[in-house]
C-alpha cells in the first residue's frame, strides 16, 4: 500500500518523468497485489480531490466532513450497503463483514466522529465521555440501566440508583458498574476495561468472568478475563483526547493518533521504536506531530494531503 502511495503522490506532483510513469506501470503489472493497492489508492484520491486543488488545505477537513454531513446519514448508510452488497467497495477501504457494525455505529443514539470527543449527560444523572470514533445505545427501562457499546470507547462515571443496575454491553459479553468510574474499549475483538473507582463485574455469555476492582484493567475475551493488570492513565486520558506515554514506542503513540485523523499515517520501522514520553492533545494530530517532531529526531512529512509519513530526520 505504502508503494501504491508513494506512485501516486510522485504522478500526482507534476514532476514525474516519462521513466518515471514506465517504471510506474511495470510496477503497477508485476503483481495483482501492486493493481489492488494502486486501485484502492486512487480511491482514496478521488474522494480527497477537493483537498489538493483548494488553496489552504488545512482549511478544507472542516468542509469535507460537513459535506459529508449534509449528504444526510441515512442515505450515506444505505448508499454503502448497497455499494458493498454490489461488491464495489472492496479491499480495506470496505469490506461487507465489517458492515453490520458500521452501520450500527452509525445508527446509534450517541456517537463522535474521527478527530471528536464528547461529554454527554444521561437521564439518570450518569455521565458518559465518547473518544473519537465511538458509538453506543441507550436503553434505560424501570428495572435496568443499559448501554450497549458497538465502537470506540467510552468512560463513565454512573450516577447512584439502587433499584436499577447499570450495565455495559459489548461484543464479549455484559460489565455490572458496581458503584464505578470505568472506561470501555473494544480493540481486537476484546473489550478492554479499565476501573478507576468502585469495581466493576465482567461476564461472557457463558458466564465466565469476574469482578475488576479499582485501579485495576483486563480484558474480557471470549473465555473470559485475562491480562488483569494495574490501570494505565492513558486509558483515561484517551476518552477526552489526550494520550499519555510513559516509554512507549513510537509506532504505538503514532497508532493511536491515526485514530484521530483521517486518511494514511504511515511510520518508517527505522524510527518506530523510539521511546516516547509526555502528554499529547490527540484531537488536534497536526499539533500533536509537530510536538513529537519537537523532541524526537524525526521528520514528518506529507506527500499528499491526506497521508502523512514520519521517518528519520
Keep these: 500500500m505504502e508503494q501504491a502511495a508513494e506512485w501516486f503522490a510522485l504522478l500526482q506532483s507534476g514532476e514525474a518523468t516519462r521513466a518515471d510513469r514506465q517504471a510506474w506501470r511495470a510496477w503497477h503489472d508485476s503483481a495483482e497485489a501492486h493493481r ?18 483548494a488553496p489552504d488545505p488545512r482549511l478544507t477537513v472542516g468542509a469535507y466532513r460537513t459535506a459529508t454531513a449534509d449528504a444526510g446519514r441515512r442515505r450515506l448508510v444505505l448508499g454503502l450497503a448497497a455499494l458493498a452488497g454490489a461488491g464495489l467497495l472492496g479491499g480495506a477501504a470496505w469490506r461487507p463483514s465489517l458492515l453490520p457494525g458500521a452501520l450500527l455505529a452509525w445508527t446509534a443514539d450517541h456517537r463522535t466522529g474521527v478527530g471528536e470527543v464528547r461529554e454527554i449527560a444521561l437521564q439518570d444523572g450518569t455521565r458518559v465521555w465518547l473518544g473519537t470514533g465511538s458509538a453506543f445505545d441507550e436503553d434505560f427501562g424501570a428495572a435496568l440501566r443499559r448501554l450497549e457499546l458497538v465502537a470506540g470507547e467510552i468512560l463513565i462515571s454512573t450516577a447512584s440508583d439502587p433499584g436499577r443496575p447499570f450495565v455495559v454491553d459489548t461484543p464479549r459479553g455484559r460489565l455490572r458498574a458496581l458503584g464505578t468510574r470505568f472506561s470501555v474499549r473494544l480493540q481486537d475483538g476484546d473489550a478492554r476495561i479499565a476501573v478507576y473507582d468502585g469495581a466493576v463485574r465482567a461476564q461472557t455469555a457463558g458466564g465466565a468472568g469476574g469482578v475488576i476492582p479499582s485501579g485495576m484493567q483486563a480484558r474480557l475475551t471470549r473465555a473470559g478475563l485475562a491480562g488483569l493488570e494495574p490501570a494505565v492513565a492513558s ?63 524525526i521528520r514528518v512529512s506529507r506527500p499528499l494531503p491526506w497521508w502523512v509519513r514520519v521517518g528519520p530526520r
Design 36 to 53: 489492488a493497492a494502486w486501485a484502492q489508492v486512487e480511491r482514496v484520491g478521488r474522494i480527497f480531490q477537493p483537498i489538493r486543488q
Design 235 to 297: 486509558a483515561e486520558a484517551s476518552t477526552r483526547g489526550l494520550y499519555i506515554a510513559q516509554d512507549i514506542p513510537l509506532g504505538d503513540v503514532l497508532r493511536e493518533l491515526g485514530r484521530y485523523r483521517a486518511g494514511y499515517l504511515s511510520v518508517s520501522p527505522q524510527v518506530a521504536g523510539l521511546p516516547v514520553f509526555g502528554s499529547y492533545p490527540m484531537t488536534e494530530p497536526d499539533r500533536a506531530l509537530a510536538m513529537l517532531e519537537s523532541v524526537l529526531p
